[in-house]
């Protein structure tokens, strides 16, 4: 994000760019909503009936949508890098592993969540795949030695309890708590509930080992590797559909025109709108508030499922969820309350970058998260 610098939890502009908070706070409530309706969409993409389970095709389906989703996102960087002249900077930049690496896990990781939301609840699939900041964490932890606090280790305990009771491994209920297989779970309208949770959870492993990718190289202009990213993107997403057709072959598939009208607005939506939006909020709020409100997906993706859908909720859901959205945006709200340091020990010259200092590169992860 240009001439936007988070020092000691706060943000400032480097070149003199004042913060429209407003204009932030609404920007990532209309991308995250997007992103929240993203499984809403998908089923009315994929399903014969908006209400049933019969798919236009294979399940394999559900990943195909999410490669029109990235080279729409694509699109919109590629427009960007044209608009501002940087052409020759994108020819200058060194292609590193890390940035192939960041972009090609969140292209697979999305496919896999998009094809979870078929599978299982849209509250499963949402909460397994925001488990990737605990495993981003701890890949961090163990390769960059970057410390955890004990408040910090706390919040991660919360999200890991959550992650058991949201994938079914674990359960309570009057007789107690109960210990399950999480392949084994099936439900109502949900016979491959069980692996809808494990490709749910196999989401947020590769979207926490994507994000932990994309912590490297920061010297990196955010649009040239936004292009990069949705490049690789595109291409992990289309691996996974193409390698799913061999279980889930895609037959004869016939999109009627609701189905269309579904599938491109998933891709407007979520590509070009949402994206544009993230733009437009990682420029005018701090990081830490733009990481906490972002959690309103979540709240989004419950409501669809139990309102539109009517999908049975378990206490063990509502419990997990709640321990993931709290274990998520407990630490940037702590960041938030915490007192400003002061102008000068918050200043350092422009030779000897504080350690405390990380440019706010938030456009060039396809989920904006």
């Known amino acids: 994000m240009a001439g936007l610098i988070l020092r000691e939890g706060r943000a400032v502009a480097n070149d003199d760019y004042q913060m429209n908070r407003r204009l ?55 427009a960007l890098l044209l608009a501002t002249g940087k052409g020759g900077l994108f020819r200058r930049t060194r292609l590193t ?9 969140s292209g697979v990781s999305f496919a896999f969540y998009m094809v979870a939301a078929l599978l299982t609840t849209l509250a499963n699939a949402v909460f397994l795949i925001y488990t990737g900041p ?9 390769f960059r030695k970057e410390p955890i606090s004990r408040f910090q280790g ?26 399950g297989s999480l392949l084994g779970a099936a439900s109502e309208g949900y016979p ?38 949705f490049l690789f993107a595109s291409a992990g997403s289309l691996a996974v559909a193409v390698a799913m057709t061999g279980a889930w072959p895609l037959g004869e598939v016939t999109l009627a025109p609701v189905n269309w009208a579904f599938a491109v607005a998933l891709w407007v939506i979520c590509g070009p709108v949402g994206m544009g939006c993230l733009l437009v909020a990682g420029r005018n709020l701090p990081a830490v508030e733009y990481a906490t409100i972002s ?19 378990s206490a063990a859901t509502l419990v997990g969820g709640a321990l993931i959205i709290a274990g998520g945006a407990l630490p940037a709200l702590s960041v938030l ?11 350092a010259p422009a030779s000897t970058p504080a350690p405390a200092e990380a440019e706010l590169d938030l456009d060039f992860d396809p989920r904006g998260a």
């Open 192 to 229: 491959l509930q069980g692996l809808g949770n494990a490709m749910g959870l196999l989401s947020g492993v590769l979207y926490g080992v994507s994000l932990f990718c994309n912590g490297y190289r920061k010297d990196c202009d955010s649009t040239v590797r936004g292009v990069w990213n």
């Open 154 to 179: 706390m919040c991660l305990g919360a999200v890991f309890v959550g992650m058991l009771l949201t994938s079914g491994l674990v359960s309570f209920d009057e007789a107690g708590l109960t210990v």
């Open 134 to 142: 605990l495993f981003c964490t701890l890949l961090a932890r163990v």
């Open 97 to 105: 592993p890390a940035i192939a690496l960041g972009g090609l896990l």
């Open 295 to 313: 959690y309103w997906e979540c709240v989004v993706s419950l409501a669809a499922s139990a309102l539109v859908f009517a999908e049975p909720l």
């Open 337 to 347: 309350r915490a007192p400003a340091a002061q102008p000068d020990a918050a200043v």
């Open 24 to 78: 932030g706070v609404a920007a990532v409530l209309v991308a995250t909503t997007g992103m929240g309706l993203s499984g809403l969409l998908t089923r009315g993409a994929t399903r014969v009936d908006f209400f049933g389970a019969e798919l236009v095709g294979g399940e394999s389906v559900g990943a195909f949508m999410t490669v029109g989703r990235m080279v729409m996102g694509l699109a919109l960087f590629v």
